[in-house]
């Protein structure tokens, strides 16, 4: 690779203590930093930063919701936010030791900002049949950071989507 160059992951990635997300603005993919103003991606073929690819497939984020982020201006405390995942699996789901709903309500966030961590942990789901293990990670789909709930996934479209978007991949009857 080029020497003094950092190749970044525009889905999600960090660096330098930077948070960095894809968000498409009229149709245009845009990298959105925790400091500074969004650049387009076409402004980022050559200098120190440059993406690793430019084959962003979800962009889970609104420019709205960035720039009100950007400016600390949330719309939904964090606290408030853990509250609401918590309840929204419980609506679907029923697992008997409650303290389950918030650790996937922890994993669920991290998602988010999985790439900060040198490590993030996966989750195995196991139990028997008809326990409701689909129907968590179809929850867990509409809520995780660009998530896929997958049956039947090759490995190829698998580490290409994960590549490509960050994806939080849901592998359903993954011991298949």
């Known amino acids: 690779r ?3 160059v950092t190749f970044i992951n525009p889905a999600q990635d960090f660096h330098n203590g930077e948070m960095i997300l ?12 925790s400091k500074g103003d969004p650049v387009p991606f076409d402004r ?11 084959d962003v497939d979800t962009f889970r984020f609104s420019p709205e919701g960035m720039t009100r ?5 949330p719309s939904l405390k964090l606290p408030v936010l853990f509250d609401r995942i918590q309840s929204y699996i419980r609506r679907f789901v029923v ?9 996937l309500s922890l994993w669920t ?26 129907t968590l990670l179809q ?3 509409g809520l995780c950071f660009n998530a ?12 290409r989507d994960v590549s490509n978007n960050s994806t939080a991949m849901l592998l359903d009857e993954a011991e298949q």
């Open 95 to 103: 697992i008997q030791d409650p303290r389950w709903y918030m650790v």
């Open 148 to 159: 896929e709930h997958q049956l039947g996934l090759t490995p190829a479209s698998m580490f």
């Open 22 to 33: 894809a968000v498409s603005i009229g149709g245009t993919p845009y990298l959105f930093r």
């Open 109 to 134: 966030l991290g998602t988010y900002i999985h790439c900060i961590f040198q490590e993030f942990p996966y989750l195995w789901i196991n139990a028997e049949r008809g326990s409701g293990k689909t």
């Open 139 to 141: 929850v867990l789909a």
């Open 69 to 73: 982020y950007l400016r600390d201006e």
């Open 44 to 54: 980022l073929k050559s200098g120190s930063l440059r993406l690793r690819h430019e």
């Open 2 to 4: 080029d020497k003094g």
